[in-house]
Every structure is written in structure tokens, then in C-alpha cells.
């Protein structure tokens, strides 16, 4: 893969958040190609040095593992060993700190899912295809689209392709190792001993439960150590990419953790992604009204401490009660399911995050923050089209052309749906997996006017629809031909009428097929429907006393600190008040 360079280190703080990453992860890995001569033909767009680092067994196989610290609870993993399974790293016993009679509970071990399983055969045997390896090129995409691939099962004695099998993941995925199909280094994965996943006696849903964990000075140290473990291997660190839960008790190890990582670099940029489930069963009044003062607490410290903050979420309004899920035309997902529900936001966040991973020409991380920060706006908001509704008979240039008063993309930032080109400060837009042939259509009557038309490149329309639609709005994007891969474990959450390869058909696709590779959009933009995201918040907050949840001031919060924080949470939604009428 070549040798690292403006490295990103990844962390990512809670279950969520955890899930969210993994299919993340998956989606890069499934687009690593190890064919030498394919790889010649068709050189990369994306530099995978820049997430992934490169390793050795020790039986000198080579490895890639991502730069990433990732925290959880004691509980949360079922069958994924914390030391991962690649370098057979020694498995020290935990040091008991008590003095008295110890009961011995022994738990049964968690039976793995086929998904699982598989792998776990392919990594016996040394062989199989953990990855797809086909190079994406517009032919394959072509050859697909023509005649779709039948994704059954693999034929008796034909080698184990994972990517290649349907399973039924909705039903047997509890935690996110459920449906990893990368390897982790030993350093990743770091878990909060002082609280277990799903406890209902100790639940971790308090922003000042997670503030002690961080003074507790193991746990501080042993995440420090493996946060540096990954930036001192790294030649030249550019930034950190920090997904954290900001509704329960991982908000306070996230703003904590957060502010000593800005302490220590605080010349590198810091873009933080604070996520959220858009669905909450069985929620109390008591859990509610929790999860409001978690955010309260979180948001101005992740904003302050931040380069540029990002608040995702399914919800299109958040606090006590989550609205409804965004509707995007084309998917069909099932918002409960936080399988579903995370593939959807890592699907932005791989396409938004592409500028500053590209091989050739790419943006740096600091570019961007400074943009689109720029004036005290640290929070920002991000939007996608999934996949762009492009048909085999349509092209890009009629498609942009249609939007112009509304847009093909739909925020995954709540209260952010209402973004037009009269509110966007400024922007950065990421356009990806647009075949060639679907550029542009021939010249006709209907479309002689489009000036979207004279266009040879996919860049040069890019530039040319945003400058003339978004006029007063400081402009950036990046366009590549890649699509984004969406094999299995991806779940299938597509429209029947996409097909293999995304585009929009007019027929359902077969039943056995599932859509391997997507176009997709992303608009990260300073908005100033930030305001009513910021205001929302202030207000559900202002309505409660914190001095009736005793949980938080038991723990060290004083009642001044949670006035300041919405203070706080004023002041920065002025910051977007807009001028523009």
C-alpha cells in the first residue's frame, strides 16, 4: 500500500459510536484491492495509509489495521477477544483492588453468528476472500448493471467468499463485533472496567458517570498508552477523528477524554462526530430528561475543544422524545435497529470524510475545519444523497440540474433539513461513483440549455452547479470515480429498485441480488440551521432543575457548571444567526 503519510488517528467512545465505526471500517476494507496487476490498471484514488496501518504477524504475514482507539463497556464485545486474534498477543490477568471474599460467576460463552463463523474458517484455512476483490472499474460496473450478479450461497468445493454470501445479520446482531469483518490490533480496544454493557442495576446514562471514570487514573493511562502507541508510529499525524455518544454516560469520558487530546495536540485538527440513535424503546420520563442534560453537557465542551463538531443522527428532531427518521427516497431501513441505523450514518461519513484521504491532490483536515469554522461556527452539519438518483437513462448533468430550489441530498443532522443556499455559509461537497457514460446525456431540444452539458469532467460540473446554485456560499468538492462498496456484512436496506451497482432501475432487482456498490453524495456545510439545532437544545435543557437529578451533582457536577453550559449553548447558536435574507 505504500508508505504512511498524514496520518489520521481514529477514536471512537461508546457502543454506538461502535457501531457506526465498524461498518465504517468494513466499507474501507471491502474496497482494498490486493491484486498487483489490477492495481496497476486502475491506480487508487483513496490513500488507505491514511486510516490503515500496515503490520506484521508473527509468522511475517503482512497485516492492515486501522489507526483506532475504541472504548466500551465491560460486556460489550461477546465473542471478539479485546487483544484481537492477529498477533497472539499475551492475555494478562485483570488485577483485583479488593481484599475480601470473592464470588466466582462464570458466564457461557456466546455462540457466534454464520457471519462469524465463516470468517473464523477462512482465517484457519489462510485463504478465502475476507474482501471483495474486484477493482471497480467502470466495466465491471457496466457487466454488472447488464446482468446482475446472484449473490447465493457458494457452490460446494468453491473457495469461501464472504462477500459473495447472504446472511440474515438483522437477527443475530446484539453488539457491533456481531458484524466486523476486519482484524483490530491489540492496542484498539480499550474496555471501561467500572460499568457493564446493559446493566439495568448500574446503567451508564450519566454525562458525570463517565467523568470519574476519566479520574480514574488506570483507565486514563491505559487508553493514553494506546492512543500512543498509534501516533508515534506515524510519521506525520494530521489529525484525530473522534466519534463519541453524547446521549448517555460517554459523553463525559468523550468531553474529558477530548480535552486532554487537544492539550497534548493542539496543533493538530480534531473533527468530532457526537452520535445518536433515533430511537429509544421503553424510554422513562426520568431516562429522557437524561439524556437532554447529557447533551446539554456535552455539546459546548465538543464544540469548544473541537476543530469542528458534528452532531448525526436518523432523528429529524432529538432530546426527550426523537422524531421522525429521515425518509431517504431509496432506502428502506428500520430506524430501531441500530444495525440498520448505523450502516446509514457510516455511509456519510465515509463519503464525507474523502477529501482529505485522497491519493492525488487531497484537502488536509485543517483546511477543512478552518472553512468551514471559520467566524466561532464550530458545528456544522452534514447531508447525503444515498445512493444519487441516477437511472441508466438519465445522466449527472439533467439530475443537478433538477435541483436548483431543492436538493438531492437529506440531512443527517437534525433540525437541519431546511439548509438551502440562502442559509450555507460554506461547504464542502463530496460526489462519488458516477460512471463515465452517465455524465451527460447527447444534445437534444430538452436539454440544449443546460449548461451542465458543456461539462467534460465529472470536477468540472461539480464546480460549475455549485458556483452557479450556491453563489454566495464559499464552495469546495471532490469528485472520484470509485463507488462506495456496500457488500456484505452491509445490511440490505436498498430500495428494490436499485440496482447491483446503485443506479435506479425501472424493474425490481432479483430477490438473490444485493447492491455491491453505490454513487453517493455528501454536503458538509456551516448552516445556519445550526441555530435551531443549538436553540432546541437550550430550551428542553432550561426546562429542567438540575438539582433534582442527584446522579449528577452526586458525581461531582455543580450546579454552575450545568447554567454555564447553556450559557454556552446560547451564546454559540448567535454565532449562526444569518443576515442573508
Known sequence: MGSSYREVITLQCGHFSNFVGTHWWNIQESAFCYDPVSSTTNPKQINSNILFREGLTLAGEVTYTPRLVAIDLKGSLNTLKPEGVLYDAPVHDEELHWTSDVTLHKCNAVDKNEFLKDLEKLDAAGGGARNDDDDGSQGSQEKADLGETDHRDNDVGEPLDVTKKIYDLEHHVNVWSDYLRIHLHPKTVAVVQEYTHESESEPFDVFAYGQQVMANTRTVDDIEDRLRFFTEESDSVQGFQFLVDTYDGFSGIGCSLLEQLTDEFSTKSVMTVGVCPSHYPNSTPVEDSQRVINSVLSYGRLCSNS???????????????????????????????????????????????????????????????????????????????SPVPLSDNSSLADMLSNYTDVFPWQSVTPYCSQASPHNTFAQTVALRGIPKYLLKNAPTEGNIDNQLQTCSNMDEMMRMYLTAVFSTTLNSGVCIEEPCKTVTPFPHIFHPKVGSTGLVRSTNRPSKVVVDSVPLMTALQSTSCMENLLNSLYKEGKKLDIRKFHQYLDNGLEVDDYLECLANLQELSEHYQSDVS
Do not use: Q
Not at 432529538?318 to 422524531?323: I, Q, S, V
Not at 428500520?334 to 463519503?351: G, I, K
Not at 484537502?363 to 464550530?378: E, P, S, W
Open 307 to 385: 476543530s469542528l463538531f458534528t452532531p448525526l443522527s436518523l432523528a429529524t428532531t432529538m432530546w426527550r422524545k426523537p422524531g421522525p427518521a429521515v425518509n431517504f427516497p431509496h432506502l428502506i431501513y428500520d430506524a430501531s435497529m441500530w444495525y440498520h441505523n448505523s450502516a446509514v450514518l457510516a455511509l456519510a461519513l465515509e463519503t464525507a470524510t474523502l477529501p482529505y484521504r485522497l491519493e492525488n491532490n487531497p484537502v488536509t483536515m485543517n483546511t477543512i475545519t478552518d472553512t468551514l469554522a471559520a467566524m466561532g461556527r464550530k458545528a456544522a452539519a452534514l447531508s447525503m444523497s
